[in-house]
């Protein structure tokens, strides 16, 4: 009797505890159950935005100038900051003065010397002219003061001629610049001598403002440009791309497209076409790597996704939208045109689904989410309107 009740005491000690521990199990799953995942959702729709395709390209300033001397002599002066911006009429440079002040001082002396000697001949001429008609002075006599006082005439045009060369001369002792823009390095060190044999090159000057962006669209790109565009002159926005750092923020500088070439390059099978765009501050030098936006139409309505939300595995292209349990639901697409900003989805969405644009390395289909509406900030149409491109008057 003793061991029944010893046994009984033993199975009913190991049933306890078997339900303590069952119970402990659940209080930690339950207290290790994830809270939903945070994420950030955009709607999507159907909607009329201005069509861009992105290139990219390089500026290319619309003047280029370079400044050389045009008389010779040693380099006595320059009067620039290096990079610095010029204004037109600007002097850059000065080149020893003495001798072309020389120059005009003997031409204007000779010039004087002349004139004297004119007024001289005059006074002869109109002295013989009444004793020849009365027949008291021989007419060879007057013929020579004539022939005299017209020498002296084309000697003066001479003088004038050489004093406006002398001129010309002194000032371009004094180089300026030809058009406004920024100044490169000088090229010649005060104390030189320039000018003589080939003009000497002293500076470059390029004009930035408005400034070049070329790109180079393929042949089937250019045909869809010029038969889809809506607008005779095609908007375009210049991007400088920021670095890693973000350090660098530019505008996006605003233009047109104002240049297409006439034939397809044979090697690369593309056109070269330009963008004309204001860079009033002058930030955008020549030579940098741009993102060139051209706006083909603004008459057609998409659905729109930001590039990347797409993910891709096996089976294809597809996105994560938020169902109606606030869980994550995969859907399949097929996309159209891509450019920086968005991307074309010409099958598997409807319009009007919350597409999932955060979180993706936790994200799996069925995960509970905590979603935040950002469709006003994150949007395609918010980016667009950030980076000018909903302004088609670009």
Not at 163 to 170: F, T
Request: glycine content about 6%; some cysteine; charged content about 25%.
């Amino acid at each position: 009797m003793f061991r029944l009740f010893t046994l009984v005491c033993f199975a009913l000690s190991l049933f306890l505890s078997s339900c303590s521990e069952d119970k402990k199990e659940e209080a930690a799953v339950e207290k290790k159950a994830p809270p939903p995942l945070s994420v950030e959702v955009i709607s999507v729709n159907d909607e009329s935005v201005p069509l861009w395709i992105s290139f990219t390209g390089r500026t290319e300033a619309t003047k280029r100038v370079e400044v050389r001397a045009r008389i010779s002599g040693r380099l006595d002066q320059v009067l620039f900051t290096e990079g610095d911006y010029v204004e037109e009429g600007d002097t850059l440079f000065v080149i020893e003065k003495d001798t072309y002040e020389a120059a005009l001082a003997q031409a204007n002396a000779q010039l004087q010397m002349n004139q004297a000697s004119l007024k001289l001949a005059r006074a002869d001429v109109e002295r013989y002219k009444p004793l020849v008609a009365e027949d008291l002075a021989p007419r060879a006599q007057l013929e020579q003061y004539e022939a005299r006082e017209a020498e002296l005439n084309a000697a003066i045009k001479a003088n004038e001629a050489s004093i406006q060369d002398a001129e010309l001369n002194l000032s371009y002792t004094e180089v300026t610049a030809t058009i406004s823009g920024r100044v490169s390095r000088k090229l010649v060190d005060i104390g030189n001598i320039v000018g003589y044999g080939e003009q000497t090159v002293l500076t470059t000057i390029v004009s930035d403002n408005p400034m070049y962006a070329y790109f180079n669209p393929t042949e089937s790109q250019f045909q869809a440009m010029r038969t889809h565009k809506s607008q005779d002159q095609m908007p375009a926005i210049v991007a400088v791309s920021e670095d890693k750092q973000g350090l660098v923020t530019r505008e996006p500088l605003k233009g047109e497209v104002d240049f297409s070439d006439n034939r397809v390059d044979n090697t690369t099978g593309t056109i070269s076409m330009r963008a004309q765009v204001a860079n009033e501050d002058h930030s955008l030098l020549e030579g940098t790597f741009v993102y060139v936006e051209v706006m083909i139409t603004d008459q057609a309505s998409f659905l729109l996704i930001p590039p990347g939300v797409v993910q891709e595995d096996q089976q294809g292209s597809y996105v994560y939208v938020l169902d109606e349990n606030n869980t994550a639901k995969r859907v399949d697409i097929k996309s159209g045109y891509e450019s920086r900003y968005y991307m074309i989805v010409v099958e598997g969405l409807e319009g009007g689904e919350k597409i999932i644009i955060s979180g993706f390395a936790k994200l799996r289909q069925g995960v509970p989410l905590d979603p935040t509406d950002v469709t006003d900030t994150k949007g395609v149409k918010a980016t667009l309107k950030k980076q000018g491109m909903m302004d088609t008057g670009a």
